[in-house]
């Protein structure tokens, strides 16, 4: 029996790339000429054949001076010592957890680099070794900050603050880490009665925002009874299709952008800015408001 089959042309897609002022960077390819070695230092991503500068990876090309280098739109995610991350705890070992941090290799979480119940400063001992699954077992989301980076590559986390620690409800967005922007402070109370973690990892964690700062995020607490009312619901889903929006266009993402998205977004349903259209819709709105900010 014949079947129906229904086939895409490229020219009817969406193009959701949204780039400033309208201009969307020009993508290299592996193995693409971008000059001639003599004129410029090689960077990171490129490689020297025959003369000439090629990309070894593909990404837009960043310049400093003479310095080229090409940066991937999709790679792992390489910590720093002070990034925030959003991490799920994979295994329990001996006097340490081991996290998945969207990195190459899995970070650890020692004993020693988290706070007791109760706030007790006192050296671990056995039993603390014994109630480890207790305090963090497999599958729990935490919050936490890059300690020190080992020889490998690989991170070692603290939650040496009350802001760190087991997460409790809320949702889980994996994007790009390098879409995440650097700023002073990743945890962010939003107006519209939702909070936000944006790791540098790539991995945001949305939830509703807490009566009580200490009782929300921070320490061992994880309070899956409670019902978030719907409107709450409704809320982080709107925020969860906004920082989706941005990030089909490849847009940077820190609080002014998800807010401006957020506004730009009342005029569709949650279930609507799934629509391609509407996402770049949303996306090309906040880049004007943010291209008016900057100006």
Known sequence: MPQKIHIRLAAHRVNPSVGVN?????????????????????????????????????GVKEQVNNLISIRPLKSRYNGEVGDVVVGRITEVQQKRWKV??????DS????????????????????DEHMMRQYLQEGDLIS?????????????????????????????LKVFPSLIKRSKTHFHNLYVGASIILGNNGFI???????NAEEGVGGFVQNLEEV???????????????????TQSKMMLYDTSIMYAYEESQKYTVAELLVPEAMVDVAILTQDRLSMLDA
């Open 22 to 58: 309208r201009r969307v960077p020009k993508i290299f390819t592996p193995g693409q000429v971008i000059t001639e070695q003599n004129e410029f230092m090689r960077g990171h991503g490129t490689y020297e054949e025959n003369g000439f500068l090629k990309s070894s990876v593909a």
């Open 100 to 105: 998945d941090t969207n990195s190459r290799l």
């Open 108 to 127: 650890v979480l020692l004993l020693s680099s988290v706070n007791l119940p109760g706030g007790e400063l006192r050296r671990r001992s056995a039993e």
């Open 144 to 172: 936490a900050e890059v300690q020190s980076v080992f020889s490998d590559g690989s991170l070692s986390l603290h939650t040496r603050s009350l802001k760190y620690g087991k997460l409790s409800q809320g949702v889980l």
């Open 205 to 211: 964690w949305i939830y509703p925002t807490a009566s």
């Open 228 to 246: 978030v009312s719907k409107p709450e619901r409704a809320t982080i889903g709107r925020l969860r299709n906004c920082i989706f929006a941005l």
